[in-house]
């Protein structure tokens, strides 16, 4: 065999053995937390230029969620004074606190003040343009009755799923993401990523990271990204546990171009490279499952190029060997979306075709992300 034979040979065993690695973890029972929370939480939603229709739903929503809670809505310097204007308003009619920041100064300093003015003793983050459920704040806290507990995060889908065939792919991506891959890491102690529109913080500990949280640098330049995946890194380099909340189930709006959708995953690869380097420098001392989880994570991702080079060169050279990549990665698709066949059968071709897009699209942009870290703008502003 040759060395690329032999290459290929190993990098198929490594994928197969990947998404196999998930389903076996899924196969564990869920563990039943003894107690149920029912303290104050605040709940804090930043918001930037949204839409005041959208922010109105958002508000709504949280104010109709079960649960004693405080609200704390933060105008972080929005070019027009239209939305704050109008909340002021709105406060005549839902009870909440509203903060003004006559110049943008960023989400994480938004929170930061709404960590400041917090009253519960567990905060939960909220986005401007997620919509949650009824019972999502009192499911996401009920794991806080274990002490061990530091933050847990909700599931989240797509509320506009039905605007394009991008939309429907991304909604099925996201179940995925959540209740298969999301999942497994909970179950083994390994989940490193809370997600920003939906997730819940001890106050405890909060308090404790907040400075560490709002001036973080990387590469020499303040960190103006990745807000909800370094709030995670501080909460684990503490030694608390993360976990993932399936019935506290939110919806957010989602990129309907992909132009915005490349955006949007550079700056979401940006911060997986930084935290995942971040969480490296601790993992070992912290958790075997998180070590292997990070290592297995980022190995698959690079040891992979040689076969994607490969792949394209072959497809320059020789048009008509599409003709075998794309049964491939319909059967790789397929494989990965095995969990969402049977959970949820109608997502399931949305889930396949997101796998052509990962191939040909988003897997790429990780190497633009490589090389683009050191540039703080947002990215989709």
């Known amino acids: 065999m040759s060395l690329w034979e032999i290459y290929l040979v190993f990098y198929t065993f490594f ?69 704050y204007n109008y909340l002021l308003k709105l406060k005549k009619e839902i009870p909440f606190e509203l903060i003004r920041y006559e110049k943008n100064i960023g989400k994480r300093h938004a929170q930061i003040l709404g960590f400041e003015k917090a009253k519960g003793d567990i905060i939960i983050t909220v986005d401007s ?15 806080f009755s274990n002490k061990k507990i530091g933050a847990t995060t909700g599931q989240l889908e797509i509320l506009n799923r039905d605007d394009n065939l991008l939309t429907k792919m991304q909604n099925a991506r996201y179940w995925n993401a ?43 330049n303040k960190c103006t990204y990745g807000d909800d995946r370094h709030l995670t890194t501080l909460i684990l380099k503490r030694g608390y546990s993360v976990k993932f909340v399936p019935n506290a189930k939110g919806y957010t709006d989602a990129p309907t171009t992909l132009g915005k959708l490349i955006k949007q995953q550079i700056r979401w690869k940006k911060s997986w490279l930084r935290e995942n380097y971040l969480v490296s420098k601790f993992m070992f001392k912290r958790s075997k499952a998180l070590s292997f989880e990070i290592f297995i994570t980022t190995f698959i991702t690079f040891f992979s190029i040689f076969a994607r080079v490969g792949l394209v060169v072959a497809l320059i050279l020789n048009p008509l060997y599409i003709l075998w990549v794309v049964p491939m990665i319909l059967f790789m698709g397929s494989i990965h979306s095995l969990y969402i066949l049977f959970h949820k059968p109608r997502y399931f071709i949305y889930s396949v075709l997101y796998a052509f ?6 897997y790429w942009l990780v190497f633009i992300a490589l090389f683009t870290l050191k540039e703080t703008s947002w990215g989709t502003r």
């Open 357 to 362: 897009v990962h191939a040909f699209i988003i």
């Open 178 to 220: 959540f209740n298969f891959e999301r999942k497994s890491q909970s179950k083994i102690g390994a989940l490193n990523c809370c997600s920003g529109p939906i997730s819940a913080y001890r106050k405890s500990v909060i308090d404790e990271i907040k400075g560490e949280y709002s001036e973080q640098y990387f590469l020499g």
């Open 15 to 83: 994928a197969f053995s990947y998404i196999w690695y998930r389903y076996i973890f899924l196969l564990i029972p869920e563990k039943k937390y003894i107690g149920n929370y029912k303290g104050l939480i605040t709940v804090i939603i930043p918001f930037y230029n949204e839409k005041l229709s959208l922010l109105r739903k958002t508000i709504e929503s949280v104010h109709n969620c079960k649960g004693n809670k405080q609200i704390i809505v933060i105008d972080d310097g929005s070019v027009s004074k239209d939305g």
């Open 129 to 143: 343009d997620t919509i949650l459920k009824k019972y999502a704040l009192v499911n996401l806290i009920k794991p």
